[in-house]
């Protein structure tokens, strides 16, 4: 049972840790547009100074420059936690053959994001961090579907995360029901009926 727990709270926290960086990722975009709301008159002055859409322009790559490099950290985390909680299951539980194979694919999916999708958005997110929304690019095509796929990657591995976590609760609420139900019966020849 204590494995079954241990199960959850990784796949809590692997779950927790990816929600909570797309949120921080929308709220870093959002906080350009923040940014020109609220500024204050010294930092208005120098945005009139510069001009609308240069500090915009100029903003906005320091956000998108952040959240890439958060991206990626947490990625390579992501990935080393992936291995290793399929290493735990497989070696420190006795989960079926169905349960590890949820696991691997967890392991592709962070694969594919780490080795294809993030380097590819990283790529063309630096060769339009300079292009206004407004101009024309042949990469921004291209950097919206990559997006896309990232996003469906990680509702993929969010989807199979919860599903394996409920697995997991549900498996160690009934474990712990039945408890103290069963008993391990001795009835051999030589000593009759005996419980222990």
């Known amino acids: 049972m204590r494995s079954r727990g241990f199960t959850c709270l990784l796949l809590g926290i692997w779950l927790g840790c990816g929600v909570g960086l797309y949120l921080a990722g929308l709220d870093l975009r959002q906080s350009v547009e923040r940014t020109f709301r609220d500024a204050n008159p010294g930092a208005a002055l120098r945005i009139e100074k510069l001009g609308d859409r240069d500090s915009r ?6 956000t998108d420059q952040e959240y890439r490099r958060f991206t990626e950290i947490w990625t390579n985390v992501q990935f080393g936690l992936a291995l290793l909680f399929f290493l735990y299951l497989l070696f420190g ?30 790529g063309l997110g630096k060769l339009l961090d300079f292009v206004p929304d407004s101009d024309p690019s042949a990469s921004r095509g291209r950097y919206h579907v ?19 976590g409920m697995y997991f609760s549900a ?11 069963q008993l391990n019966v001795v009835n051999k020849a030589d000593y009759g009926h005996v419980d222990r």
Do not use: C, D, H
């Open 146 to 164: 990559m997006q896309s796929t990232y996003l469906g990657t990680e509702m993929a591995k969010w989807t199979m995360q919860a599903a394996l």
């Open 57 to 62: 322009l100029l903003l906005r790559f320091q």
């Open 93 to 122: 539980t006795g989960e079926n053959k169905f349960i590890l194979g949820a696991v691997l694919g967890l392991i592709a999916l962070v694969a594919i994001q780490r080795f294809f999708v993030i380097p590819e958005i990283t």
């Open 171 to 181: 498996r160690s609420r009934r474990t712990s029901r039945n408890a103290g139900n």
